[in-house]
């Protein structure tokens, strides 16, 4: 019976120590998928953070304007796919160009198209909604380093029509000279109103921004400058 015992006792030390061994390898296991899960997390957030803070270019409508009114955005005429934000491609090491060697079609290509050295974003703003609407839309400089928006020019075509806007002159004087405006103040670069916006309506926007090549302040000092724009649209009036 001793014998018997001694037995029973090994065989439950051996099984003993490979359910420890196994416990061992399942927490580190679980340990790693702990690390993993929150690296994507921190990498997403990252990513968020870069692009709320950095990113090129964003649109966004009011949430409750979306689902109270209908009013939304989209990357096509066809508005397969709604939404209340939308996110241009950044654009990395931009290099100075001329406004004049920007191509042709900027207006005639949905969604991104930037080119090597600047940003081109189509978008639609559609009243998806059954009422009449009036709503307005404002450009803002949401981040900037280096004084980069000293050269920079932001092209916006509303429905075909484009406009370009730069800062005022260094010296106070006024638009530069490749400019139709001046941006609206030292945070806001434009904006634009439509009233009697009727149900299924839509409303073409096509925003180009590059570094103004011609422009006195474009100087080597601007070199490593960010710079964000955000456009915000909301409704001002239901009929």
Same mark, same amino acid.
């Given at each position: 019976m001793a014998e018997e015992k001694k037995v029973v006792d090994v065989l439950t030390l051996r099984r003993s120590a490979k359910e420890a061994k196994r416990y061992v &390898?399942?927490?580190?296991?679980?340990?790693?998928?702990?690390?993993?899960? =929150? #690296?994507?997390?921190?990498? #997403?957030?990252? =990513?968020? !953070?870069?692009?709320?803070? !950095? @990113?090129?270019?964003?649109?966004?409508i009011n949430k !409750?304007? *979306?689902?109270?009114?209908?009013?939304?955005l989209s990357e096509t005429p066809e508005f397969d796919k709604t939404t209340s934000v939308l996110n241009a491609d950044i654009v990395y090491d931009?290099?100075?160009?001329?406004?004049?060697?920007?191509p042709d079609n900027l207006d005639m290509i949905n969604g991104c198209h930037n080119g090597e050295s600047y940003i #081109?974003?189509?978008?639609?703003?559609? %009243? $998806? $909604?059954?009422?009449?609407? +009036? !709503?307005? @839309?404002? *450009? +803002?400089?949401? %981040? &900037?380093? +280096?004084n980069v928006d000293e050269a920079v020019r932001v092209a916006v075509y509303v429905n075909g029509e484009k406009t370009v806007y730069g800062k005022t002159k260094s010296d106070g004087t006024g638009k530069e000279s490749d400019c139709d405006s001046e941006?609206?103040? +030292?945070t806001i670069v434009m904006d634009t109103k439509h009233t009697k916006f009727e149900p299924k309506a839509k409303d073409k926007f096509t925003v180009v921004i590059w570094l103004e090549g011609n422009d006195p302040d474009c100087t080597d000092d601007l070199i490593g400058g960010t710079m964000k724009l955000g456009m915000?649209?909301?409704?001002i009036e239901t009929t």
């Open positions: &390898v399942v927490m580190r296991i679980l340990g790693l998928l702990v690390i993993l899960l =929150i #690296a994507v997390i921190a990498i #997403a957030y990252a =990513i968020s !953070y870069f692009y709320d803070k !950095y @990113g090129s270019f964003t649109v966004k !409750y304007d *979306m689902m109270r009114q209908g009013l939304t931009m290099t100075n160009i001329s406004g004049e060697d920007l #081109a974003y189509t978008f639609y703003l559609i %009243n $998806g $909604g059954d009422d009449t609407i +009036s !709503y307005e @839309g404002e *450009m +803002s400089i949401e %981040n &900037v380093t +280096s941006f609206k103040s +030292s915000d649209f909301k409704i």
